[in-house]
Structure formats: C-alpha cells, structure tokens
C-alpha cells in the first residue's frame, strides 16, 4: 500500500456520515431539548407547521404540535440507548393531512421526524404482507435457497427494481450472494466488493439503525436550521429515518446508474451480517409504515438465517466425525495412513474448505491440487519445524512469513499445517488460493475512472486497487470453525500413530 492509498482509504472512513446537517426532502425534522423547546428544525418543516423555520426556533414544542399529538407523543416516550419510537397517523396543521412520526434521542436532544402520509394508502395492510413472505422463507431449508427467497420477498415488499443479499466476510469485503432484479438489469450475483465500498463507521453506525432510504440521489435536501447548538455542536443523526447520505456514496450510487437506494441491515448475534441492497432505477419512496414492515422482515429474516446456520454447524460436525469413522475403518483394513488420508480427502474438503493439500508422512510426499512440488515442500517443512510444535498452524499469507513462498504464490497464498506425528515431523498441509484471484472481483464496470466532484477523494475504482494491494498474497481467512476441525483431526490423527507405533513394538517383540 503506497501512502497515496492509505490517505484516500482513511479519507473514506472518516467520512462523518452522522452529522451531515441535512435530512432528505421527503420528511423534515425537528430537534428540541429536555424541555421540549425547538434547537433545530429542517428547513423544508413549513408545510408540516405552517411557519418558517427560523421562527420555529426557540418555541415550546407544545404551541406548535395539535394536542392530541402531544399526548400521543408522550405516551409513547420510552427510554433506553437506540431507543427509536414510531407513530403512525399523525395530524399535525392539516385536520385532513395524516403524517408517520419517528422519535430518538440524541445526546440531550429529543428529535422527531414527521412524513406525509398519502391518504390513497392510508387503507393498506402492510404489516400483514409479511407472513406469508416469512413462511416462504422457513420452508427454504438450505442457507442459498433461504437467501434466494428472501431477495424475492423483498422485492415484493418494497417494488425495487433489484434486491440483492449482501453478506460480509471477516475482513469487511462482502458479496452478493442472492439477487431477484428486473430482466434487463446489470446482474451482481456472486461478485466480491471491497471493504470501503461501505467504510467502517457506515457499518458500524448500519448495526444501530437498520433501515435507510435514499429516496433520490438528486434530491439537495432540506439543510438543519440552525446547522450547530449554542455550544458550536452538530446534531447527531446516526438514528434519524430523513438522514441525508454521504455524497461520495451519492456518486458511487450515480456511477451505477442507481436513482433511488434502500439497505436493511441482517443481524446475527448482534454483528451486521449483511444487508439487503435494494436498486431503482428512478426515484422510488416508500412510507415509513411501509419500511417498518420491511424491517420486521429483515428481523425476521436474521432469525432464520442463525437457526439456519445452527444447523449447517451441526451438519459440519457430523461430517467432522463421519471422516473420522471412515478414516478408522479404511485403517483398521489395513490401509496405510497416508493412503487412507488421500481415500478421505473429498470429505476433508468439505469439513474444511481448501484448493490443495499436501501430505508428508513417514518419508514420503503426495500432493493434490493447488500445493507446492516436493522440493519446495523441502525448506517449507523445515519452516513449519520451527513454528509453535504441538498445534494446528494456520497463516493466510505464508509469504509474508517464509519468504521463498512468496513464489509459489500462482498456486496457494495461505497454509493449514496439521502435525500428525510428534517426530519426526509429520504434517498434512491443506493449502488456500490467493483471494484476488479466487474470487469474481466487482473491478471494473461499474466504477467510475476519474475523480467526480469530490475532487482528489477516492473514486470506488480506486479503493478497488487498494484493496487489492492489501489482499495481495493472501487467502481468505481460516475460520474459527476450520480450525477446530483441524484440531480435532490432528488429535485423531495421533492416537492412529500411536497405536502404529505400539503394533509395531508388539510385532518386534
Ligand atoms: C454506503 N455503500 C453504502 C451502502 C451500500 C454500499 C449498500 C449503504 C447505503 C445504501 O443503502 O445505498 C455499497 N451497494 C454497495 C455495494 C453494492 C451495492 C458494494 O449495491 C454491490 C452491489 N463508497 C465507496 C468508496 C467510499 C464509499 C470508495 O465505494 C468512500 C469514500 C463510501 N458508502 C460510502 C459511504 C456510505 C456508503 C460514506 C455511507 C452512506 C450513508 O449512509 O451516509
């Protein structure tokens, strides 16, 4: 990574998404303190209070706001961190007008938000379009089929052009793994993008408030009047529904000729999974009753996915002892060990994901697939020899600890290492691919080559070279799980030789 790139990819992350000072123009926004006087209003609030917004400043809350609303509003103050309160319905001015309201806290402020409702739609049963989507999803069984469903459940909740699932990896990066779109649209199915594309404090701020909808990307928006408290602070919009977005994402989304964007984010054990990335290609807004159904959906959704991925873990475990029994039985056969390792090895593929394996044992050298060739095997074992002696070893990037690796790097970019014996040093070695070239990269089409308004900031294509820069000789990451497999076999492994060298001493006796 030159320092060029690393200055742009911090540029990204320091990007302050959350007090951007601006809401979208399809609500507007009112901020007042603990006692409920107006700090901030959006500028576009007169035709929801019939005054200007600097006037609206500094007037108790209670003198513009009908009194039932009031009342409604009170009744529904609930407290606690990221606390957000809906009220769909509302009056405000109009006796006739009907508005959903959004309600946080933020520091010491109280801020509501407010959206026109259109009348035509006050009659529709969104909440109750989600069951029969939600059944869909639990009869799908298998973790791609489940993903399938739920991007077509989801278009049909929110009439987007296309939906995919996106999911991340450990580093940040992600893929599309699910997709239902218009025929004649760009498919992203199965590309990886990199981390930046969605920087660090978007996904962390995406875990707290799980819905956001760019209505327009041409919209200006309506700016906070005024944009700083008394004391010169910003007000914090991380949970705000009308937030403006980030006009470096605004490009990106132009680039790909994207008019209108919603994301809903999938949790798992309180981590961002992944989200839904939903595209139009015109402006497209949908009511805040709407998008809440739409994030019932996706809490929905997250539910099946971990009781889903539940069970993948358990099946995984039962393939884990399955290899063993099998590997057991071929031995007690009478077959040697490195013979009956290499019968095994398909199973072992699928306990642990790999593009090569080498075994070395009792002298000999057998490879399959992506691995190094015997006499490069030769200084690699003697650097396996000196890392920690009685575990599982794993790197996702051998060239960076043992240099000559870094040659072989057109075949495998990270290593396995499983000692099987205690001396001489035995190992079954499972090899992995370089990430930038196992994967299906989104590089080039969609992103743009030159810098946009934002001048020398980062272009999406950019982030894309520097990530690649930083994933060059690497594999994916080992995961928590593999290792444990690993573990488990190594120990299996063992007790094999162990009674291989007891029979033998009972032979020579
Ligand atoms: C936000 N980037 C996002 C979001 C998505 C993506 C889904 C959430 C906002 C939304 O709903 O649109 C990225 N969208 C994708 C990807 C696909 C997709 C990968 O459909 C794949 C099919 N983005 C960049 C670079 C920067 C950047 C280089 O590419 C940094 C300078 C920034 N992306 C960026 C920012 C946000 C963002 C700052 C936050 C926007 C906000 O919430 O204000």
Not at 65 to 88: C, S
Not at 404 to 431: E, H, K, N, Q, W
Request: charged share 25%; aromatic share 6%.
């Amino acid at each position: 990574v030159t320092p060029d790139t690393q200055v742009d990819l911090t540029t990204c992350d320091r990007e302050p998404i959350h007090i951007l000072g601006r809401v979208q123009s399809y609500g507007a926004l009112i901020a007042v303190s603990s006692d409920w006087i107006i700090q901030h209003v959006s500028e576009n609030i007169q035709p929801f209070l019939g005054q200007p917004a600097a006037d609206l400043v500094g007037q108790p809350l209670d003198d513009v706001l009908p009194r039932n609303t009031i009342t409604r509003l009170r009744a529904k103050m609930i407290e606690g961190r990221d606390a957000v309160n809906r009220l769909f319905g509302v009056r405000l001015l109009d006796p006739l007008a009907r508005y959903d309201m959004s309600i946080h806290n933020s520091g010491r402020h109280l801020v509501i938000e407010f959206e026109p409702k259109d009348r035509s739609r006050i009659e529709e049963d969104t909440l109750s379009d989600v069951y029969p989507l939600i059944q869909r999803i639990r009869g799908a069984g298998s973790l791609a089929r489940c993903t399938a469903e739920a991007a077509r459940a989801m278009r049909a909740l929110s009439g987007f052009d296309s939906v995919m699932v996106y999911q991340f990896q450990p580093d940040g990066s992600g893929s599309v793994v699910a997709e239902d779109k218009r025929g004649d649209l760009p498919s992203y199915n199965g590309l990886r993008f990199p981390a930046s594309d969605i920087p660090v404090q978007a996904r962390a701020l995406y875990k707290r408030n799980l819905l956001r909808l760019i209505a327009d990307v041409n919209d200006p928006g309506a700016a906070l009047v005024p944009q700083v408290s008394p004391e010169g602070k910003p007000l914090d919009l991380s949970l705000s529904v009308t937030r403006a977005v980030s006009p470096i994402h605004i490009e990106y989304l132009r680039n790909m000729g994207v008019e209108a964007s919603m994301s809903v984010s999938i949790m798992r054990n309180g981590e961002l999974w992944g989200l839904f990335a939903c595209h139009h290609r015109s402006p497209r807004y949908l009511e805040f009753e709407r998008r809440t159904a739409i994030e019932l959906f996706a809490h929905l959704f997250s539910y099946e996915l971990s009781h889903l991925e539940e069970q993948q873990r358990a099946r995984a475990q039962e393939d884990m002892s399955r290899l063993q029994t099998r590997l057991m039985a071929l031995m007690a056969e009478g077959d040697r060990l490195s013979d009956s390792l290499m019968k095994v090895s398909g199973d072992l593929k699928e306990v642990i994901p790999h593009d090569g394996m080498v075994l070395y044992a009792e002298g000999k050298f057998h490879a399959i697939g992506a691995a190094p060739t015997a006499e490069e095997f030769v200084g690699l074992s003697r650097f396996l020899n000196t890392t920690a002696a009685s575990g599982v070893f794993v790197t996702d990037s051998i060239g960076a600890q043992y240099a000559p690796a870094a040659d072989c790097v057109d075949r495998f970019a990270g290593l396995m290492a499983i000692p099987i014996s205690r001396r001489p040093r035995d190992y079954l070695v499972l090899f992995r691919r370089e990430i930038a070239t196992a994967v299906t990269w989104a590089g080039d089409p969609t992103k743009p080559v030159t810098p946009g308004p934002n001048g020398l900031r980062l272009t999406p294509r950019k982030s894309f070279e520097a990530w690649r820069e930083i994933v060059a000789g690497h594999c994916a990451p080992w995961s928590k799980h593999s290792r444990h497999s690993a573990e488990l076999l190594r120990v299996l492994l063992l007790e094999i030789f162990l009674k291989i060298t007891d029979a033998a001493a009972e032979e020579r006796k």
